[in-house]
């Protein structure tokens, strides 16, 4: 701390942290729709302050845990309540309850990350992060809203989504992190083109998509998990008929 703290990542984080705060106060508001629109925005910043400070160099033990902060408040103290009051508190203690739970997880979610962080391998994250999980939330709400103007049932759905979130941010099953794209580097040029269709299919219906979207990365861990083992078995298979065709191939020579 003698040293001083790197100012641009920082920025990010703080940026996150306003994003959430003001997620808090949109909801108390009856603002549901810009709560969960800042909580998207809050997940796009977290995004950016790790890359920057990868990009620069400008990592730091203090920008972890500054980070881990911003993220309990934009992802998990706004999420939980926005899906209390938004949809949970007719349902008194199932409610309260579901949005605690996911509370307290993805605090354990972020406080696992944080030991792991130098340790564990940088091509995955060991259970669902936390961001995803409060987009998922973000993204119900927001397609919710655009269905149904706002008007109509708040669907009990959404306390099994937050214990099902929950109890994925503290399994063992294997995220794809994407920390080793190297954007510095030389891509092909129908990368660029696919991003900007990508782009503009999310502008199209923004709501859809983006719900469509985080959810296919929801379950995307639990395909791989569930493929995994199937997908080695059928590897295995493979070299051993390559070796058993290699063998009798020598043999006949």
């Not at 980070?67 to 209390?84: C, E, N, R, T, W």
């Not at 990365?217 to 083992?229: D, T």
């Amino acid at each position: 701390m003698k040293k001083g703290i790197y100012i641009l990542p920082n920025l990010f984080t703080l940026g996150n942290m306003l994003c959430g705060f003001y997620a808090i106060i949109s909801t108390i508001e009856g603002r549901f729709q810009h709560a969960a629109i800042a909580i998207i925005v809050a997940a796009l910043s977290d995004g950016l302050d790790g890359r920057v400070a990868r990009l620069t160099g400008t990592c730091s033990r203090f920008g972890v845990e500054f980070d881990s902060l911003a993220d309990l408040v934009s992802f998990g103290v706004a999420p939980a309540l926005l899906i209390y009051i938004w949809a949970l508190r007719p349902y008194q203690r199932i409610g309260w309850l579901a949005g605690f739970l996911f509370l307290i997880c993805g605090a354990l979610r972020l406080a696992r990350f944080n030991i792991q962080i130098f340790s564990s391998e940088n091509k995955y994250f060991v259970g669902l992060p936390i961001p995803a999980a409060a987009t998922a939330i973000a993204s119900f709400v927001l397609l919710h809203q655009f269905l149904f103007s706002g008007d109509g049932n708040k669907p009990v759905i959404i306390a099994a989504l937050a214990y099902i979130l929950a109890f994925l941010m503290v399994s063992n099953i294997k995220y794809r992190s994407f920390k080793h794209w190297k954007f510095k580097e030389r891509k092909s040029f129908n990368l660029l083109v696919f991003i900007c269709l990508s782009v503009l299919v999310v502008l199209a219906q923004p709501q859809i998509m983006l719900f469509i979207l985080i959810y296919c990365y929801v379950l995307s861990g639990i395909g791989e998990m569930l493929f995994k083992p199937w997908h080695k078995r059928a590897h295995a298979k493979i070299r051993n008929y390559s070796a058993i065709f290699s063998f009798h191939k020598r043999d006949k020579k």
